[in-house]
């Protein structure tokens, strides 16, 4: 069983940085690619980024590339976000998810109901 439980939301200003953390406590973490997702006030939920379950190969949406960094300890059964030069438009709900079907590749064109696992989310704010 998953059971995914995410930290290091908060309000920051733009430009700054910040890391999210996405820990598992079950024992099968390392069986699943990881990804983090995120849903605006007023928006759809929408992919953010994917690592393969090695860590070795990671997948992001165009519109983070450059400034987010996805990355994963196995030993800890913990998914990272690092997110720089924040913007106002990154405000939103972050999510983890695990996916025992996804590559890092296909993870964001999964439908949501189609991923095995969610957190509950962590509240992002970015003021300008």
């Known amino acids: 069983q998953v059971q995914l439980v995410e930290s290091g939301g908060g309000l920051v200003q733009a430009g700054d940085s910040l890391t999210l953390s996405c820990a598992d406590s079950g024992r099968t973490f390392s069986s699943y690619t990881m990804g983090w997702f995120r849903q605006a006030p007023g928006k759809e939920r929408e992919f953010v980024a994917a690592?393969?379950?090695?860590?070795?190969?990671?997948y992001y949406a165009d519109s983070v590339k450059g400034r987010f960094t996805i990355s994963r300890d196995n030993a800890k059964s913990t998914v990272y976000l690092q997110m720089s030069s924040l913007k106002p438009e990154d405000t939103a709900v972050y999510y983890c998810?695990?996916?025992?079907?996804?590559?890092?590749?296909?993870?964001?064109?999964?439908?949501?109901?189609?991923?095995?696992?969610w957190g509950r989310g962590t509240l992002v704010t970015v003021s300008s």
């Open positions: 690592i393969s379950r090695s860590g070795g190969r990671t």
């Open positions: 998810a695990a996916d025992w079907a996804s590559t890092s590749q296909t993870m964001g064109a999964r439908r949501d109901n189609e991923i095995d696992y």
